[in-house]
């Protein structure tokens, strides 16, 4: 008997089982051929882009489906169940990162050139913030952006950029009056086939399905038109958005602790020792009662979250918790999940393994928990409150 819910409506749920379809059909299957190339096509986003799956949030004018923030967590719950971290990482940050500001604060322009071909899936976008020096501190980024007289020339370094070797496009936070702080950064629309710009393609732990680079910015000339927004706000846009980012991390690692789960409870009836399926020892029984309440917890709080977030609500306090809690949790799950495999979750065959290497970068990506710790002290302790920056 299904539950009744608080957020998802019958169409939420008929939309659920499109998106688990096209994950069951169309992505699980090439998992082996994605991780082993290191990379996926540019096919599957443009097949997302024709199921509608990569403007959800955006304008119909644009493409998009305008469509309420819970078709977004279903569409990040399913996506996360394709068990490979790199293939929703890519997704994801293209959709609710690299281009959310694009839709937030970009010209016309911008977004009939960018938005609208990455809503179509014709194009993969990607997002540049840290640097090789700088990682969490946004305000002491190095790259610049020196404006000429029909536009910017930039030079300078990113690092760990997800969809940076084989992106079309990125969204740049660059300084456009370095003297300023963080009251002179921007962001500004590369293309990455500029001349000036190269990349490196980084080789990683896990997310093997995913490309992540190093690119360099060689006196790289930009139209004035790819300035996103007012100039000089960039900081502030970002960091609006990092809610967004971390609550789409936090809805993902919930997902997958679930998958991880699902697998060991299946796991647990196959294998048997001492006569009997090993789900039967009260210790494993036990261990997974305590692992499937911290997910309930996590779900639930997440959850409340994304409802403040739909009602325009000042969430960084609870969104920083989501992000802290859940990737922290998600390591804790699947390293005791991976513990009742014993040899063969350290077999590369089982899909566990694979969930292991991935889930540990979540704790790094899109802000380190030490960070989250810090954003929530100042709340909490010292009373510092947020301001919107699109607006």
Same mark, same amino acid.
């Given at each position: 008997?299904?539950?009744p819910?608080l957020?998802?409506?019958d &169409?939420h749920?008929?939309?659920? @089982?499109?998106?688990?379809?096209?994950?069951a059909?169309?992505?699980?299957?090439?998992t082996?051929?994605?991780e082993?190339?290191?990379?996926?096509?540019?096919?599957?986003?443009?097949?997302?882009?024709?199921?509608?799956?990569?403007?959800?949030p955006?304008?119909?004018?644009y493409?998009?489906?305008?469509?309420?923030?819970?078709?977004?967590?279903?569409?990040?719950?399913e996506?996360?169940?394709?068990?490979?971290?790199?293939?929703?990482?890519?997704?994801?940050?293209? &959709?609710?990162?690299?281009?959310?500001?694009?839709?937030?604060?970009?010209?016309?322009?911008l977004? @009939?050139?960018?938005?609208?071909?990455?809503?179509? +899936? @014709?194009? =993969?976008?990607?997002?540049?913030?840290?640097?090789?020096?700088?990682?969490?501190d946004?305000?002491?980024i190095?790259?610049?952006?020196?404006?000429?007289?029909?536009?910017?020339?930039?030079?300078?370094?990113?690092?760990?950029?997800?969809?940076?070797?084989?992106?079309?496009?990125?969204?740049?936070?660059?300084?456009?009056?370095?003297?300023? +702080?963080?009251?002179g950064i921007?962001?500004?629309?590369?293309?990455?086939?500029?001349?000036?710009?190269?990349?490196?393609?980084?080789?990683?732990?896990g997310?093997?399905?995913?490309?992540?680079?190093?690119?360099?910015?060689?006196? =790289?000339?930009?139209?004035a038109?790819?300035?996103?927004?007012?100039?000089?706000?960039?900081?502030?846009?970002?960091?609006e958005?990092?809610?967004?980012?971390?609550?789409?991390?936090?809805i993902?690692?919930?997902?997958?602790?679930?998958?991880?789960?699902?697998?060991?409870?299946?796991?647990? @009836?196959e294998?048997?020792?001492?006569?009997?399926?090993?789900?039967k020892?009260?210790?494993?029984?036990?261990?997974?009662?305590?692992?499937?309440?911290?997910?309930?917890?996590?779900?639930?709080?997440?959850?409340h979250?994304?409802?403040?977030f739909?009602?325009? &609500?000042?969430?960084?306090k609870e969104?920083?918790?989501?992000?802290?809690y859940?990737?922290?949790?998600?390591?804790r799950?699947?390293?005791?999940?991976?513990?009742?495999? +014993?040899?063969?979750?350290?077999?590369?065959?089982?899909?566990?393994?694979?969930?292991?290497?991935?889930?540990r970068?979540?704790?790094?990506a899109?802000?380190?928990?030490?960070i989250?710790? &810090?954003?929530?002290?100042?709340?909490?302790?010292?009373a510092?409150?947020?301001?919107?920056?699109?607006?």
């Amino acid at each position: 008997m299904k539950r009744p819910s608080l957020y998802f409506t019958d &169409e939420h749920e008929l939309f659920r @089982q499109s998106v688990r379809q096209f994950i069951a059909t169309e992505v699980v299957p090439n998992t082996e051929a994605w991780e082993t190339a290191r990379r996926i096509p540019i096919s599957i986003f443009q097949r997302m882009g024709e199921l509608g799956f990569l403007g959800l949030p955006f304008p119909e004018a644009y493409g998009g489906s305008n469509a309420d923030f819970w078709f977004s967590v279903v569409f990040l719950e399913e996506l996360a169940r394709c068990g490979m971290g790199g293939f929703t990482t890519a997704v994801s940050v293209h &959709e609710y990162m690299a281009i959310n500001h694009i839709a937030k604060a970009g010209s016309e322009y911008l977004k @009939q050139t960018y938005l609208a071909p990455a809503i179509a +899936g @014709q194009k =993969v976008a990607a997002l540049a913030i840290t640097e090789p020096d700088t990682g969490s501190d946004v305000s002491a980024i190095r790259t610049i952006a020196r404006r000429t007289d029909d536009g910017y020339v930039i030079t300078g370094a990113k690092t760990f950029i997800s969809n940076g070797t084989y992106g079309d496009f990125v969204t740049l936070a660059v300084k456009t009056a370095p003297e300023k +702080g963080t009251n002179g950064i921007s962001l500004i629309v590369v293309d990455l086939d500029s001349p000036g710009v190269s990349r490196t393609k980084l080789n990683k732990m896990g997310w093997h399905s995913s490309d992540t680079a190093e690119i360099r910015f060689d006196e =790289v000339r930009v139209p004035a038109q790819n300035l996103i927004g007012v100039e000089h706000s960039g900081f502030y846009y970002l960091m609006e958005s990092l809610q967004l980012e971390r609550l789409v991390a936090a809805i993902m690692a919930v997902s997958g602790a679930e998958l991880a789960i699902d697998w060991t409870l299946t796991y647990l @009836q196959e294998r048997e020792a001492f006569g009997k399926p090993i789900g039967k020892f009260q210790a494993i029984r036990h261990k997974i009662a305590d692992v499937a309440t911290e997910v309930e917890v996590a779900k639930q709080f997440v959850y409340h979250t994304c409802w403040l977030f739909m009602q325009d &609500e000042g969430v960084v306090k609870e969104c920083s918790m989501a992000k802290l809690y859940t990737s922290e949790m998600q390591k804790r799950v699947i390293d005791t999940c991976l513990q009742f495999f +014993g040899g063969y979750g350290y077999i590369e065959d089982y899909p566990i393994c694979r969930a292991y290497r991935d889930a540990r970068v979540g704790t790094i990506a899109g802000g380190t928990s030490e960070i989250m710790r &810090e954003i929530i002290a100042k709340i909490v302790i010292d009373a510092v409150a947020y301001k919107p920056a699109y607006s």
